[in-house]
């Protein structure tokens, strides 16, 4: 049965630059839990302050030679964070360093087609389809020989984490998703919506030509950087702050991968075969019972369902935040502590 969670129970403090509370997830009667929950201190930290990993690797996992960022102890609780389109790992330069402080062993990973991430051979399909990105982070699980983590993401990284959550709980100990369940397939693709929620995803239907092709191609960077501005209005970023991310997008696959992942959503690409069955499996909106907490910005520009829609959708513990303060869709990087905080929030009750 679900289990909701009572937002005042317990609260975090930190222990720098003042005092931060968190509403703690769980139930009462949880000593385990209490006693995890008043380990955990958070130093407190503003969006900007960071603007490098400590720590850049490489892995052969799956197709991929993965790029990704590593932070904490080797030996803490592992957590994932997954990026989305049109971003990459610096949208946690500031949420990575909180956790690791906190013991967590936090990692990074470019998506591929983002950054160093490279296919190991040429002849493999430049394939888009969400289930293709999240056989790719548990094909990155086993090669760092995690058995278990916690997910947590935003955009394209929300709907992998929500995808391996559904299919693999074994493999998810809890997950932080923002906008909530984003689970789709094909056929919900092909469902009109009334026309003004149609506007907003006017770039779905650029990139279904091959003139929306050739000008991702051309301007990918000023591509991005309007998306950024419409999917987070309030969010005043600096160049050096786009640039860092921008250069993730010169990756050689990134183009395919994105023209792909929005024409196969689409119907008008095909798939692998491969991922047929597991396409099947999310066709059915599969429920996801891991300890869940999902958030959404105040200010979100980008297409998102509202939380009263998806709340069905998680069948464990669970909890939802909207993070005011004119957040937008990048939220881990907008509002990083909140972000963090939601991330031991949720881990404290598994």
């Known amino acids: 049965m679900s289990q909701e969670i009572n937002p005042h129970r317990r609260r975090f403090f930190g222990v720098a630059a003042g005092t931060i509370a968190a509403a703690q997830f769980g139930m009462i009667g949880s000593a385990n839990a209490e006693a995890k929950a008043k380990q955990v201190q958070l130093p407190a930290t503003k969006p900007g302050a960071h603007t490098s990993f400590v720590a850049l690797k ?30 990459d790992i610096y949208s946690f330069v500031d949420v990575a360093p909180l956790l690791a402080s906190a013991g967590y062993r936090v990692i990074v990973p ?22 293709a990105l999240a056989v790719d982070i548990t094909a990155l699980m086993d090669a760092l020989r995690i058995e278990k983590a916690t997910l947590a993401g935003f955009d394209w990284g929300a709907r992998t984490a929500c995808i391996i959550a559904a299919l693999w709980p074994e493999r998810c100990k809890a997950l932080v998703s923002v906008s909530g369940y984003l689970i789709g397939s094909q056929e919900s693709g092909k469902m009109p919506l009334p026309p003004k929620a149609e506007l907003q995803w006017w770039y779905q239907y650029y990139f ?11 301007y990918r960077h000023d591509f991005a950087k309007l998306i950024w501005q419409i999917a987070s209005p309030k969010w005043d970023f600096d160049d050096a702050t786009f640039d860092r991310s921008a250069s993730a997008f010169d990756n050689p696959d990134h183009v395919a991968i994105v023209i792909h992942n929005y024409r196969w959503r689409l119907g008008l690409a095909e798939g692998e075969s491969k991922y047929d069955d597991l396409e099947k499996r999310l066709a059915q909106a599969p429920v996801i019972t891991v300890p869940t907490i999902t958030l959404e910005g105040d200010a979100n520009g980008a297409p998102h369902p509202e939380p ?15 993070i005011k303060g004119g957040i937008g869709h990048n939220l881990p990087q907008e509002a990083p502590q909140a ?6 929030n949720v881990v404290a009750e598994t």
Request: aromatic share 14%; glycine share 14%; hydrophobic share 35%.
């Open 208 to 218: 279904a030509t091959e003139r929306g092709r050739a000008g991702y191609d051309k």
């Open 110 to 131: 470019y998506l591929r087609g983002y950054g160093s991430t490279r296919f190991l051979a040429s002849e493999t399909v430049r394939n888009g389809q969400p289930s």
């Open 339 to 344: 972000f963090a905080e939601a991330v031991v």
């Open 58 to 87: 490489q892995i052969d996992a799956g197709v991929l030679n993965v790029g990704y960022a590593e932070a904490g102890p080797a030996g803490g609780p592992p957590v994932i964070l997954l990026h989305g389109w049109p971003y």
């Open 308 to 322: 009263a829609a998806y709340r069905s959708k998680f069948s464990g513990k669970y909890m939802h935040r909207t």
